[in-house]
């Protein structure tokens, strides 16, 4: 089936290990993104990406890295999982789409993450 | 001051009751969107707005560029719609899809 999809659902770090939540997507989107979310507020950006090899940082982007060698994947890495990591993270895709268009965004189903 | 704010924070409604869930912006934008986040946690995209109203079923999104106000209303709710709705902006200079700046959501809860 067509879609995005998210993995982990669930983790848990230690202090200073370091792990890759996978994002995939097969509907050929260029735009792909990390957010995360924390009690009390919305959604931010980490990292995204408007087509193979191309990233940026978005707001919160301190503590992680990402890469985007396929159009397919767009993988975000913990270095060194700090208590402050510790969140729900989405992975978004969408066509980089015109505002009139009725192109939507994808979300994946979410990873909860607690650092230790 | 967060640039998207929306309102209430929180609504209950009666089942049947039309619903109206507001959204103001401070940043110039390209593109609106209202969001659905299920009690499971899934986000699911309702709308995207740049100017008008769409509407799709019983949700109704419209927008006014000229207030920075867009409101999203449910006709005739049901105890399936409850969840929570989120409003994202993305902010001119980018894509309808690019770096979303987005609301802390309304929490609705349909009672039976």
């Known amino acids: 089936n067509a879609g995005i999809t998210q993995t982990p659902k669930f983790q848990v770090l230690k202090t200073g290990q370091s792990m890759t939540l996978q994002c995939a997507q097969d509907?050929?989107?260029?735009?792909m993104s990390w957010y995360r979310q924390d009690p009390g507020m919305g959604l931010r950006l980490i990292h995204y990406?408007?087509?193979?090899?191309?990233?940026d940082q978005g707001e919160v982007p301190n503590g992680y890295n990402v890469s985007r060698s396929t159009t397919e994947d767009f993988p975000l890495r913990l270095l060194s999982a700090a208590p402050s990591q510790t969140s729900v993270y989405f992975c978004?895709?969408?066509?980089?789409?015109?505002?009139?268009?009725?192109?939507?965004?994808?979300f994946g189903s979410g990873t909860q993450l607690s650092v230790l | 001051k967060n640039e998207v704010e929306q309102s209430p924070q929180n609504l209950t409604a009666q089942e049947g009751e039309f619903i109206t869930i507001n959204c103001s912006y401070s940043?110039?934008?390209?593109?609106l969107h209202w969001l659905q986040q299920h009690p499971g946690g899934g986000i699911v995209s309702l709308f995207m707005?740049?100017?008008g109203k769409k509407k799709h079923g019983r949700l109704i999104a419209t927008i006014n560029i000229q207030e920075k106000h867009s409101s999203l209303h449910i006709t005739a709710s049901h105890p399936r719609d409850s969840a929570v709705y989120i409003c994202?902006?993305?902010?001119?200079?980018?894509?309808?899809?690019?770096?979303?700046?987005f609301g802390t959501g309304t929490l609705l809860a349909v009672q039976p």
């Open positions: 978004a895709s969408s066509y980089v789409a015109r505002p009139w268009s009725n192109e939507k965004l994808f």
């Open positions: 509907m050929n989107h260029e735009y």
């Open positions: 990406s408007v087509g193979a090899g191309i990233t």
């Open positions: 940043v110039g934008i390209s593109a």
């Open positions: 707005l740049s100017s």
């Open positions: 994202a902006v993305a902010p001119l200079g980018g894509g309808a899809t690019n770096k979303l700046i």
